[in-house]
């Protein structure tokens, strides 16, 4: 990631499969590099996790509240804010089991329709 970071510059970078835990600090992520970090860190077993990295001085963000699913995926949402039109990036990682768990799909379904319901209400645009 730090190559990309310092190769590409990008201005949003939306990462799954982090692997991140208590114990990786954001400043342990970004080093040196002029981003702010939105992450969701899968807590009961190794592995999983999102984040959503976006450039200090280029992209404004706001985190976006969503219903969280621990056992079920990682979520993590951001709205650009202050720029012409707003944007919603939303990084999702689930788990290799919930492909025949009833409930996990439930909750992908519901996820996707509370974030349809939310860009509705706005007008953004989808990435």
Known sequence: MHYLLSSESPDIVCVSETWFNCEITDSCVLSNYPY???RSDRIHFPGGGVCILNKRD?????????????D??????VDTVGGAT???FITVCRPPS???DIDAVAAVRDLIKYCLNKLCSVDYTVV
């Open 36 to 38: 702010n970090i939105n």
């Open 58 to 70: 280029s992209v404004n963000v706001v985190a976006v509240s969503v219903p969280q699913h621990v």
């Open 72 to 77: 079920c995926f990682d979520i993590r949402a």
């Open 86 to 88: 707003p944007v919603r």
């Open 98 to 100: 919930s492909d025949t």
